[in-house]
């Protein structure tokens, strides 16, 4: 079964705006970046799993790529650590070409699911010449999904629709055993792996609150600032995002302290522990796994149309807080509420946000229920999230 993407649509768009000769799709692993690029049918596909392509290619890139033609795939591309200082040198004299008159060509999209070693070898070798874009699981509005007990349990994973009888428990264990061996522990060269595994279930179980580095450490016998290097290093493979308070000048009670989010939703439940959705649905964590999959929803709206997310929390001094506050590009915002029944903001949150000093347009309740709005603050079904951001943006 194929599943439409909303990238592709938003990177057609982009194409025609930038000419890039290279282009670079980041995302975790299993997400679909191969099966995606290879259904534009417009490039040969090079999968370096296979060892003997991997040998060839690392011992002479430049007889490599010159046996291909111009527009290609190269998949797992950091496998190949020499391939992209011959894709620097292959860019840099095309654009000397431009000079001469000379005509050439180069189209190249490398994937990587190790974000660590990807992004070190684009920054060493491709800076300045690769358009960079993201892709992340599959969102509900992609899945045309509004089953909450599907959502929180299988996620956005393409496999697990793609063949619905997989066990979705099954795969999501293999799935973190690969990507936490491969992906990150010996790329980022950390020895302490049941430290590590242990930081991210205690992560998952703070989904949508601040973050306390220092307890988790305590739980994981390591330093504090280990923990911080931790998390970034799963933010940097786009497995979690470590969202900041909005700051300004305007109100000086607002806190500093960051909250987390899976980017995923189905990642956080494994993590918690969760095999089936109703012992989920009658927990405290119920409520932080919907905000979680708000937050997931949010994030796939703008990076699928390749506009980095500006999403933010508030809290002040005396624990009043708005889940998320929403920049849209024209500097006005959106606050918005994720909730598991409907509940309208109270005084206290109103009064907060109107202290922030900033333009906010709408108030949003999100929910997975069906209700009438509260005055003119909205009621917004998960289910219709992607068509009210969409409108904001029209």
């Known amino acids: 079964m194929w599943i439409n993407r909303d990238f592709i649509d938003s990177w057609r768009r982009d194409s025609k705006k930038s000419a890039g000769l290279v282009k670079v799709l980041k995302g975790p692993r299993q997400v679909g ?13 090079i999968l370096f799993d296979d060892h003997i392509l991997r040998t060839r290619a690392n011992e002479n890139p430049d007889v490599f790529l010159s046996q291909f033609q111009e527009s290609v795939i190269l998949d797992e591309a950091t496998l ?62 992609e899945l045309n999904l509004n089953q909450l007990s599907t959502l929180l349990i299988r996620g956005g994973w393409p496999e697990l629709y793609s063949n619905p009888e997989l066990d979705s428990t ?36 703070q989904v949508g609150q601040l973050i306390n580095f220092s307890a988790i450490a305590s739980a994981c016998s390591v330093e504090s600032t280990t923990i911080q290097s931790w998390a970034l290093i799963l933010e940097q493979n786009n497995l979690i ?30 993590f918690q522990g969760w095999t089936s959705f109703q012992p989920l649905f009658v927990s405290p964590y119920f409520g932080q796994m919907v905000e979680n999959l708000v937050y997931s929803e949010i994030s796939r709206f703008f990076t699928n149309r390749i506009i980095e997310p500006k999403v933010y929390f508030i809290r002040n001094k ?58 003119n603050r909205k009621i917004i079904e998960i289910r219709e999230l992607y068509s009210s951001l969409g409108s904001l943006l029209n």
Do not use: C
């Open 241 to 270: 995002k470590i969202l900041q308070p909005f700051m300004n000048t305007f109100n000086k009670r607002l806190i500093k302290s960051p909250k987390v989010y899976f980017e995923d939703v189905a990642l956080a439940a494994r």
């Open 170 to 205: 099954r795969y999501l264990n293999n799935l973190i055993s690969t990507f936490i061996e491969k992906d990150i522990l010996q790329a980022a060269g950390i020895e302490k792996k049941s430290a590590f595994t242990k930081m991210i279930q205690l992560l998952s179980g």
């Open 80 to 141: 190949v650590p020499s391939l992209f200082l011959e894709i620097k040198k292959r860019v840099d004299q095309i654009k000397r070409n431009q000079f001469t008159g000379k005509k050439s060509k180069l189209d190249y999209w490398i994937t990587g699911s190790n974000q660590t070693l990807l992004s070190r070898e684009v920054s060493e070798s491709l800076a300045g010449r690769a358009d960079l874009y993201n892709l992340n699981t599959l969102s509900a509005h």
């Open 33 to 45: 970046k191969t099966s995606l690029l290879e259904s534009l049918g417009t490039h040969q596909l």
């Open 318 to 375: 005396e624990k009043v807080e708005i889940d998320f506050l929403l920049e849209l590009p024209n500097k006005k915002f959106v606050a918005i509420e994720a909730k598991a029944s409907p509940q309208d903001f109270s005084n206290e949150q109103l009064k907060l946000i109107e202290s922030l000093g900033v333009n906010v347009i709408e108030h949003w309740i999100v929910t997975p229920q069906h209700s009438q709005s509260y005055g």
